[in-house]
């Protein structure tokens, strides 16, 4: 909330909006202004702006196409952060926007955001957990936390039991009590570990900045000897003399190297897009690079959790294909409790009443 300190009602509510901020105040990524400033106030950018203004000033305009390696990489960083905000600002485990709850002895749909603590929210087959809540009545209550954990495999809740957020429930039904609600929830804090990145390592990055440094020690002294020596021998030729100081200054920035670099980390992140992975900032695709073996889970990271009949094999003869799938059809349209058994044998077996009392 410290970042709404200041603003007015107004101000808070327009931030609200551009999904600055969300409903407890937190801050979900960088804005566009940030963003911008962070790849156009470099010391890069700041020493060719510099040499341009001598360009300019010496009225020899067309030696100005320096300049646009600097424009170019800049943009490349800047349109790249664009669309990890795009896709980071809607990353969300949480999805459901009303939730039944208790007001009053009644059951009424409200706003996620307008949950408090303490509420009594009813669940049922299908619904996804809004908040943290803890089981205070329970009848079955099964809850699939493959959003948060990776296993497939429902977990049965008993009362007393908490809930996360983001969770959904596959069977039974039952009332829990909000205990957190906001950022306070576990599944927002793993969503904001997500999107609160930190500097990713890269060897070409670091060398790149280490020259850059060495020469902004020595480009100053280097440039006014160079011009000196320049001046001397045109002294009544000031601008061109300007010219082939910032000429020779030009040649002792990398400034092609740091555009090729970008370009190589573009194409990288560009491939990578296409085979749907988020890349939050170029210079990991150089640490991706190095990696000889990835471990995953795969209990639930390449699994869905969902059923699906394929085959209908009869345990005796005395059953036949066209009887099980009667008694089936008959049976799984029975019970309103849907879990994902139940789901699989609807969407493969026709409904009937043969055996209905």
Do not use: W
Not at 153 to 172: L, R
């Amino acid at each position: 909330m410290n970042e709404l300190k200041g603003l007015s009602q107004q101000e808070v509510q327009e931030r609200i909006e551009q999904g600055q901020v969300n409903y407890t105040g937190q801050s979900i990524s960088k804005t566009k202004k940030e963003i911008v400033r962070q790849h156009t106030l470099t010391y890069f950018n700041f020493l060719n702006i510099f040499l341009a203004v001598l360009i300019v000033i010496s009225g020899q305009l067309q030696n100005l196409t320096f300049i646009g390696v600097m424009v170019a990489n800049t943009i490349l960083g800047i349109i790249q952060e664009f669309k990890v905000k795009k896709t980071i600002d809607k990353l969300s485990v949480v999805t459901v926007e009303k939730v039944k709850t208790l007001r009053d002895g009644t059951l009424i749909d409200v706003p996620v955001e307008e949950l408090v603590i303490d509420d009594i929210i009813f669940l049922t087959a299908g619904n996804q957990i809004g908040t943290d809540c803890q089981v205070v009545e329970n009848h079955a209550l099964e809850i699939n936390e493959s959003l948060l954990t990776g296993e497939s495999v429902p977990v049965k809740k008993k009362e007393n039991d908490e809930i996360y957020a983001g969770t959904f429930v596959v069977a039974g039904s039952g009332y829990a009590k909000v205990i957190r609600v906001g950022n306070a929830n576990y599944s927002t804090k793993l969503v904001n570990q997500a999107k609160h990145k930190n500097l990713a390592s890269s060897e070409m990055r670091d060398s790149i900045e280490k020259i850059i440094k060495v020469m902004s020690i020595i480009i100053v002294p280097v440039g006014l000897l160079l011009f000196r020596a320049q001046y001397k021998a045109m002294p009544n030729d000031f601008n061109t003399a300007l010219v082939k100081t910032v000429g020779g200054v030009i040649g002792m920035i990398p400034e092609g190297l740091v555009l090729l670099t970008s370009l190589s980390f573009v194409l990288g992140v560009g491939r990578l897009a296409k085979k749907k992975a988020l890349v939050q900032q170029m210079e990991s695709i150089e640490a991706l690079s190095r990696v000889d073996v990835l471990c995953l889970d795969k209990t639930g990271t390449i699994t869905t959790g969902e059923l699906k009949v394929k085959h209908i094999v009869p345990i005796s003869d005395q059953y036949t294909r066209e009887m099980i799938c009667d008694i089936m059809g008959s049976f799984a349209f029975l019970v309103d409790d849907i879990n994902p058994t139940q789901k699989a044998l609807m969407n493969y077996f026709t409904k009937n009443d043969k055996y209905h009392k």
